[in-house]
């Protein structure tokens, strides 16, 4: 198995920049959905309806 400890100290670098950047964007995600109650769960459900090829969804059919 390939882990993080395995990698070159250039690719953790790498990574770990990554996941900073992944928590300074969902921190900024989260932030700006609070105003209107929204978590970031509920924000991709929205995304994932918004974004149907049809007019829209039953509630049974989303999941």
Do not use: W
């Not at 100290?9 to 900073?20: A, D, N, S, Y």
């Not at 459900?45 to 509630?59: F, M, N, S, W, Y």
């Amino acid at each position: 198995m390939d882990t993080v400890e395995n990698r070159s100290p250039f690719e953790q670098h790498v990574f770990l920049g990554i996941l900073r950047v992944a928590e300074t964007f969902t921190r900024s995600l989260t932030d700006m959905l609070r105003p209107f109650r929204l978590t970031l769960s509920q924000y991709s459900v929205l995304q994932a309806l918004r974004h149907t090829e049809t007019d829209g969804l039953k509630c049974r059919e989303v999941g």
